[in-house]
């Protein structure tokens, strides 16, 4: 008893709907679901309650027959796109494929809704019941790996932090017309001709040691700096 009184409070804590009165028009799922479709068309600030009844064509004081305040709504909208990740595949294989696997996922999840990052920023973490499910989906890859469980939940924790960086990445990439940005040739050639002015002698001889870069691809880099990082974290040296 002790233990549900000092759980904290979320939206998943209260039924969807009470016991008496008119069955419900709309559910949890339709009101998230339009919820994403509007912030992946105009982005998180245009996501208020009254924005998402014009979208739903009712009033703003009939959504919160489902939701309390727009913060549990931006709760359901973080939870769901955990929910877009395929935990389906077994456990107990590579683990480092697994969870780079995993990752490419959670990646691509960012990728697909540009906000999310930034939702989480602001409102912390509140961990949902698809959320809960990835997190134990996770450990359970990485059961067989060495390591502490509290190294293990740090490597989920990176893992997560760089999907966020590198779907930041491609959103810029995309979204900008500098080429400085979007494109990574650009910038391995503005950094080598800075180099070559001999003002930065350890800069350059680290270029001339390393050599031509390999082609841009965000997939390889993103993947190999996983496989680097996590066996390190775990107490591996580089598989």
Partial sequence: MADRETRPTTVWSRPERGARGPAPE??????TTA?????????????????LAQRLGTGPASLYRY???????????????AGELDLSGATGGDWLDDLVGLALQSRDAHVRHPWLADL???????????????????LGILAPAPGTAGQKLGAVGLLGGLAVLFARREAAATSTGDPATGDPTARAAH?????????????????????APPPADRDALFVR????????????GEP
């Fill in 191 to 211: 950094l080598a001709a800075v180099a070559a002015e001999g003002r930065h002698p350890h800069l350059l001889a680290a270029l001339t040691a390393a050599g």
């Fill in 120 to 138: 989480n920023d602001r409102r912390g973490e509140v961990l949902g019941p698809h959320a809960i499910d990835y997190l134990d989906h996770a």
């Fill in 35 to 51: 919820a994403l479709a509007l912030a992946d068309a105009e982005g998180l600030g245009a996501v208020s309650m009254r924005a």
């Fill in 67 to 81: 939701v309390g305040s727009r913060d549990e709504l931006l709760d359901l909208m973080a939870d769901a796109v």
């Fill in 225 to 236: 700096l996983l496989r680097r990082l996590l066996p390190a974290m775990l107490g591996q």
């Fill in 26 to 31: 709309r559910s949890r799922t339709q009101i």
